[in-house]
């Protein structure tokens, strides 16, 4: 494992040797994040306080791309140490607030332009989202959830920075990245059926008309579940900002109805949104899953991959 920082000024800080390491990533929210732990020996200038982004390579790929948030150096009983941890870029929309505003048609380019270009950060292509009349951005909210519910709420897709810290809001790929045999080396397994907190129902009420909307989950319907919830719109809310609302609401509560846990020993192993397909000898859990988040990680035991995986149509 290769660490590097890189200085407001445009040093780059080559970090000694790693001795642990643990990155985290999911969907972005919470924001990725990573925490290394160096070999490290005191040697006159300590430049470390000028570190502004973090970037890991392994095996020559880039595994991480980041913000430092805290860096300790110092000695003790045991020996002098390092420690480096941050966020994924993500953190910039995250630690800025959004000014208040309202657009009379709001597109995918717009909100590239006043939300996430300010801050130095690059978009993928790709993506292909609506255009929303009357979008509103509130005031105390951050850029991250300006953001966020353009693509997740009006696009249906959840927007995401690579390892390369690039944002992207483009559908999760359809290629399987892992196949698990009846031999796979799989150190922990556990499979979690949860009902509680899926909505099986949304009514969407229109606050000044009283118009109702009503956005169901068939499937969880169909399986015995019965939990709504009513939620209440702006006045005058468009019919189309109505469906949205509920069909948000049903989607969110479903991603949990139905997960599995593994470890792996290895690292880097699968990335989020990613399929992977399992076959194990007892049965459990076989089938096709998509990851939703992952740890990977070194410590004294060896190098260690955790997933946390739902059904592929639940997470979007």
């Known amino acids: 494992m290769e660490g590097r920082l890189t200085c407001w000024d445009g ?39 000028e570190a502004v982004t973090f970037t890991a390579v392994e095996n020559g790929e880039t595994v991480f791309t980041g913000v430092v948030d805290e860096c300790e150096r110092g000695w003790n009983g045991q ?34 332009r006043d939300h996430v270009t300010p801050y130095g950060i690059q978009t ?40 390369l810290g690039r944002l992207t809001a483009a559908p999760w790929p359809e290629e399987k990245s892992l196949r698990l045999k009846e031999n796979a080396a799989i150190t922990a397994l556990t499979l979690r059926d949860q009902r509680y907190g899926v909505l099986s129902q949304v009514l969407v009420r229109d606050r000044t008309t009283q118009a109702v909307q009503t956005v169901e989950n068939s499937g969880f319907l169909q399986r015995g579940g019965l939990c709504r919830r009513v939620l209440t719109m702006p006045g005058k809310s468009s019919y189309q900002a109505m469906r949205y609302s509920g069909a948000y609401q049903l989607a969110r509560s479903a991603e949990e109805l139905r997960q599995l846990e593994l470890e792996l020993p290895g690292s880097f192993l699968a990335w989020p949104g990613e399929l992977v397909e399992l076959v194990t000898p007892k049965g459990t859990a076989n089938g096709l899953w998509r990851v939703a988040e992952a740890v990977c990680g070194l410590n004294g035991k060896g190098r260690y991959t955790r997933l946390l995986l739902g059904e592929p149509d639940a997470l979007r």
């Open 79 to 112: 020996g002098c140490f390092l420690t480096v941890s941050g966020r994924s870029m993500a953190a910039r929309l995250l630690d800025n607030e959004a000014l208040g505003m309202e657009y009379q048609v709001a597109t995918w380019a717009d909100i590239l």
């Open 11 to 49: 040093r780059e800080i080559a970090l000694p040797d790693v001795t642990e390491w643990e990155f985290r990533y999911g969907r972005g929210t919470p924001c990725d994040s990573f925490l290394l732990t160096c070999l490290w020996e005191p040697q006159g200038e300590d430049p470390l306080a």
């Open 124 to 163: 993928l292509p790709g993506a292909s989202l609506p255009a929303v009349p009357g979008f509103v951005e509130e005031t105390g909210s951050s850029e991250w959830q300006v953001v966020y519910e353009f693509c997740r709420y009006y696009g249906g897709v959840t927007p995401r920075f690579d390892r």
